[in-house]
């Protein structure tokens, strides 16, 4: 249940911008408003889950969505691709469901008017495979998550991983629309949602790690598949690929997410201690550090390409929801590791971001060197001119175990 009526009355204006609450020290008006919020986002995280990640509903979707590829392809060739963008256009603007199947009926080809027919009588494939964060490595989620973000690498994806287990339907899907720049007003000034609320900053994670790779088949074909060995089979085909693709899509365009990346694994190259026994790692204090640098490199002309983010200072420092979430992407996929520490200012206490690359992160940094040299060497020579400037603290682990954790033990 979500109070509309509560977040609506919560709403002021502030420096032109609408926020959540009134700053008018009543604590419990906070608190409520708060409250109402946090329903909202706990609505959000429980749609993706029982809706939007229910393997009937992602069947039926992937099904529509492969007939009206073939409508639209069929179209294309018939009548050229002006008439498809605007055919498309009309999909949002005036058509209804029968509508819809009528254009399938028309342009697709007869598997596709025989899987319209299975939806409308409720019979639709059954999940064969389905992989989500639980059951991928940190390394092949990160990487499934990066593809599953690019509309034309993720159909890639899909189409050859189709071609190779023949006879199925693969859906790969991340959630979407995680709130990153809802305001708060409390006590004398504002700030994010999420650094108020310990259960929304949760649920924005929550959000950010929910990702499925799914194959659906004919019923007939999901018995024939049923098993232990088959699934194996379908986890190796997925580890060997996703890397492959994400390499090929590297060669034509850059991917800002590995920007950030590179910069977490600088900062521990610049850092990284091993003494005999023990080893040393960097934890980055303060994320705004991060916003400030990567703004600078968006503005190097080496990295600009890489760091193509944009920024605001609405907030009192640089701020971009695009760089939030790609690091709360990095966090969720298990990449990086994220603390709060808590300090107090003007008699309130706040939470402050501090983040460290987990084991997985660090050799998957060092992976991403390799396809990004010239780049990486800018960065760190960049780092080095300020690298006592660097808010951080510095982590001590056995070296032994630092070596497990990390897969470098001989």
């Known amino acids: 249940m979500i109070d509309l009526d509560q977040i609506l009355q919560s709403l002021s204006i502030k420096d032109g911008n609408i926020v959540l609450g009134f700053g008018d020290g009543c604590s419990y008006d906070e608190d409520m408003a708060l409250t109402a919020a946090e329903s909202m986002l706990i609505a959000r995280s429980h749609h ?18 492969r007939c009206l590829e073939n409508a639209l392809q069929n179209m294309a060739k018939a009548e050229g691709d002006d008439n498809v963008i ?8 005036s058509y209804r469901d029968a509508d819809l199947l009528a254009f399938v009926r028309k342009w697709g ?10 939806l409308l009588e409720g019979n639709v494939y059954e999940p064969v495979f389905r992989f ?53 007003f409390v006590g004398e000034g504002d700030s994010f949602f999420y650094d108020e609320s310990a259960l ?3 649920l924005v994670r929550a959000i950010s790690r929910q990702l499925s790779l799914t194959a659906f088949a004919h019923r007939d074909v999901a018995t024939c598949r049923d098993g232990e060995e088959a ?62 640098t990567v703004r600078n490199f968006g503005q190097h002309e080496k990295l600009k390409y890489l760091f193509d983010y944009k920024f605001h200072e609405k907030y009192g ?65 960049m780092l080095k001119m300020e690298k006592h400037s660097i808010p951080r603290d510095i982590v001590t682990l056995p070296l032994k175990r630092y070596l497990r954790e990390t897969g470098l033990e001989p």
Not at 48 to 59: C, E, R, V, W
Not at 275 to 286: C, E, H, L, Y
């Open 48 to 65: 993706y889950n029982a809706i939007i990640h229910h393997p009937h509903l992602q069947s039926a979707r992937t099904m529509l969505l």
């Open 86 to 93: 605007s055919s498309i256009e009309e999909f949002f603007i």
């Open 109 to 118: 080809d007869a598997k596709s008017s025989k899987l319209i027919d299975s």
């Open 132 to 184: 989500n964060q639980k059951t991928l490595s940190p390394s092949t989620r990160m990487t499934l998550s990066t593809i599953a973000r690019h509309g034309v690498a993720c159909k890639m994806f899909e189409t050859e991983l189709e071609k190779r287990l023949g006879d199925v339907f693969v859906n790969l899907d991340v959630a979407s629309g995680v709130p990153k720049t809802t305001r708060v």
């Open 200 to 202: 929304a900053g949760g």
């Open 231 to 292: 699934r194996m089979m379908m986890k190796d085909t997925v580890d060997e690929l996703s890397p492959r693709l994400l390499g090929f899509i590297r060669q034509g365009q850059y991917l800002p997410i590995e920007g950030i990346m590179l910069l977490f694994y600088a900062v521990h190259s610049l850092f990284e201690e091993k003494g005999k026994d023990f080893v040393s790692i960097p934890r980055i204090r303060n994320i705004t550090w991060l916003y400030k």
């Open 317 to 381: 420092f640089p701020y971009s929801y695009r760089v939030y979430e790609d690091i709360q992407v990095l966090v969720a996929m298990g990449i990086v590791d994220e603390d709060l520490r808590y300090y107090e200012k003007a008699g309130r206490y706040h939470q402050r971001y501090e983040y460290v690359l987990t084991e997985h992160g660090v050799t998957y940094g060092k992976n991403l060197v390799g396809p990004y040299q010239y780049e990486f060497r800018e960065i760190i020579n």
